[in-house]
Each structure stands twice: as C-alpha cells, then as structure tokens.
C-alpha cells in the first residue's frame, strides 16, 4: 500500500472527542491525579470546618462578608486549574475541550431544546435538593452565608464564578471524572455514582450533610450527562442553579 494510502486513512479515523465512551481519555496516572487533587481540595475543606473561626466572621459562619471578593475569585483561579488540569491530560491523547464537552450548539433549535431541558431539570434539581436537606435534618456545620453578595461588586463577580463553576466544574466532573470511570469500569451507573461522589467531596468546606446533597445532585448531573451525551443542559443548569441559591432567591423572596 503506497504512503498516499496510508496517509489518507489515517485521515479518517474520527477525531479523540467522536470516541465511545468505552475508551479512556487520559491514562490510570492522571487520573488518579485528579483524584490526589480532589482528596487535598477535600483535606482544605475539612480543615476550614474544624479549625477555629477566621477573623472577624461568626463561630456558626465559615468566614466573614469581608472575605467575599477574595474568596471568589480563589474559587474562580482553582476551577480553571481543574479544568486545565483535565484539558491538558486529555491533549495528550490528541482530545480536545470538545472530548470533555461533546457536542456544541449547531443551531437556534439545539439551543431552544437544551432550554426546554434546563428549565424542568433545573426544577427537579431544586426540589431533590429541598428533599435531602429535609431528610437529613439541621445542619450544624459552618455555614457560607455570610460569604453571598451584598453590593454591586459582589454580585457581578459572583455572577463571574457562578459562570466558571457552570462550565469548568461540569467539564472536570461530568466531562472528565464520568468518562474515565466509564471506561476504567465499563459501568455508566458506577460511573455516574463516582463521579457524584467525588464532586460532593470536593465540597467538604460545606460540612457533611451539604456534601450528601451534593452527592446526590451530582448523581443528577451525571444522569443528564450520560443521557444527553454532552454538557451543554449541565452547564446552562449548573450556572443558573448556583446563581440562583447564592444571591437570585434571596432578592426575590426578600
């Protein structure tokens, strides 16, 4: 076979982002990374529920309103790491962005049906949400409610990081977290499960009981995922949920 050959169908095999989901994205090592990554992000959050109050901010609050901007835009820097993080494991394999967010927006249509989506989903995420706090009972870890925004400032970088939550979390978990165990376990339902767990452990600053209700919404997330075979409802309902809870709810019940 001459090289014209051989070049021509090395030209159609599909790119890294068009692969099953029964292929891995990245090796065992990066991903077990990830994982080393998450477990010291769960260490920081377990940290800053048991020590002592930070300066200036109630013994029942995990920091005080003063911290707000800061604390922000630290969570906007470690969501972008996390994402270049799984961006770059997967380059390595030739994958792109796309092999993390599956398909883009091809039309007006794709955008009004992922609407038609995120609205009922964003619904039943809000109602499962109340349903496990109900259950669980009072929380009696330190609460972030000092940390939502109060001036002008505050809500439009709020805004910023609820927008790189959206994307960049649902990238590294959903896109990256599920398709890997997808692959190292040939189980979509072990897949969508690990994936849930790690991202609510990923959000131990909250106490426990927040990171059960995590679990399970991410367990939501991971079903709409591997139902829709892209993050495209996922990132719209992730952003619009944390925008929603962390300041939206509060100026329209008050």
């Known amino acids: 076979m001459s090289d014209s050959a051989d070049a021509s169908k090395q030209e159609a095999v599909p790119p890294p982002h068009a692969a099953s989901d029964g292929a891995p994205i990245a ?3 990066h991903f077990v990374g990830f994982l080393l990554i998450g477990a010291g992000i769960a260490a920081l959050g377990f940290m800053a529920q048991h020590t002592s109050h930070a300066h200036g901010a109630a013994p029942d609050q995990l920091a005080s309103h003063g911290q707000a901007l800061q604390v922000y835009c630290v969570a906007i820097v470690m969501d972008w790491a996390l994402l270049y993080y799984c961006w770059a494991g997967v380059r390595r394999r030739g994958g792109t962005i796309g092999t993390l967010s599956g398909e883009r927006w091809r039309s007006a249509a794709d955008l009004l049906t992922d609407l038609a989506i995120a609205v009922p989903f964003w619904l039943l995420w809000e109602g499962t949400a109340l349903g496990v706090h109900r259950l669980l009972g009072p929380n009696t870890a ?3 409610d000092s940390l939502l925004p109060h001036t002008l400032v505050e809500v439009l970088v709020w805004t910023a990081t609820c927008i790189t939550a959206g ?3 649902e990238l590294a978990f959903r896109g990256y977290v599920q398709r890997q165990l997808r692959a190292f376990t040939g189980s979509t339902a072990l897949a969508v499960a690990g994936q849930g767990i790690v991202f609510g452990l ?11 209700v995590i679990v399970v919404l991410g367990v939501l997330y991971g079903v709409l995922a591997a139902w829709r075979r892209n993050l495209r409802v996922n990132v719209i309902t992730h952003a619009w949920s944390d925008f929603w809870g962390g300041w939206l709810k509060f100026l329209v019940w008050n």
């Not at 990923?202 to 059960?212: A, E, I, R, S, T």
């Open 27 to 29: 090796t065992v090592a």
């Open 202 to 212: 990923c959000h131990l600053y909250q106490g426990w009981q927040n990171v059960v």
């Open 167 to 169: 994307f960049c979390e």
């Open 142 to 144: 330190k609460a972030v």
